[in-house]
């Protein structure tokens, strides 16, 4: 179960997308919550060659305005259980201090906006998501500025998508998806796309390959009976599960257009992984649907 959530700020609105998701799954779970923000130096041109330099005054007022923030933001949010939130400001590159951030707290989940600017210019939510994303061994939960998040990414009654691929490597996302699924109550659907092409071994091939339907359907049955095999597992943990093969000529694709669906109220998948002659790459397809999806996205980077 979730014992901690982390969330990173930077001061803006758009970073604060993800404050009530990430204060709904802490109550929830009786987790508690800690608040971040990363400090970085102000560089200000001195002497004649007007070389970047840091200035302590700057520096200074800066942590004194990250601080306060973050107290702001804490005493907003109030107490969550048996807990007081809990902040803290950090020092260095933004991506790298918070993994390290998260590594410290021992937090279970991460919860970012993907996008977002403080007033001041110092973070990047969306290349400093992509980068706790790609680098972080904890699972990262990414809401979407602009949405309703309200509720719970998955409130009772809701759905996680859950995409996977015929390998095991896949299945490192589905210990996060027990705990959110058995904290918000959801039901967790199995989902992996089957392409009818697939890229020549020979590299000479100028194109993809059309597969035999007798192909694509011996595929399409494994993936179901892999499905099932995973599904039992799940329903052993005290999840609802359902099982779901779907065609598609692009694997991101698939899974975006399943996503639509109203029921989902979020995606999960891990980072990247093969399975097949290359037609299943989980590092690029966990980037298009994140860059394509309009609901919050679960995702993972498991430790080599």
């Excluded at 659907?189 to 009818?196: D, E, G, I, M």
């Excluded at 595929?219 to 099982?243: F, I, K, M, P, Y």
Aim: proline residues 7%; aromatic residues 4%.
């Amino acid at each position: 179960m979730l014992s901690t959530v982390l969330l990173p700020l930077d001061g803006s609105l758009f970073a604060e997308t993800a404050l009530p998701v990430a204060t709904r799954l802490a109550s929830a779970a009786q987790a508690r919550l800690y608040l971040t923000m990363a400090n970085q130096p102000a560089a200000a041109l001195v002497g004649m060659g007007e070389q970047a330099a840091f200035q302590p005054g700057p520096d200074e007022e800066l942590r004194r305005q990250g601080t306060r923030y973050l107290a702001d933001v804490a005493k907003r949010c109030g107490q969550i259980g048996d807990w007081p939130v809990q902040f803290r400001l950090i020092e260095g590159p933004v991506g790298e201090a918070v993994c390290g951030e998260a590594g410290r707290v021992g937090a279970d989940l991460i919860v970012m906006a993907t996008h977002g600017r403080s007033a001041l210019g110092r973070m990047w939510l969306g290349s400093v998501a992509d980068h706790v994303v790609r680098h972080s061994t904890k699972p990262v939960l990414l809401v979407h500025p602009g949405r309703d998040v309200t509720q719970s990414p998955a409130p009772e009654g809701g759905a996680i998508l859950v995409a996977l691929d015929q390998t095991s490597y896949s299945d490192a996302i589905l210990d996060p998806v027990v705990d959110l699924a058995l904290t918000t109550g959801a039901r967790v659907t199995l989902l992996t796309v089957v392409a009818p092409m697939f890229d020549a071994a020979d590299t000479s091939m100028p194109y993809p390959v059309p597969q035999h339907p007798a192909i694509l359907a011996r595929r399409s049955d494994e993936a179901h009976s892999r499905l099932r095999r995973v599904a039992a597992r799940l329903r052993r943990r005290g999840l609802s599960v359902s099982t779901r093969v779907s065609v598609g000529d692009h694997a991101a694709g698939g899974i975006l257009t399943v996503l639509e669906e109203p029921r989902f109220e979020m995606v999960a998948l891990t980072t990247h992984g093969a399975a097949g002659v290359r037609r299943l790459i989980l590092g690029s397809v966990t980037e298009k649907v994140i860059r394509g999806a309009t609901k919050p996205v679960l995702a993972l980077h498991p430790a080599a």
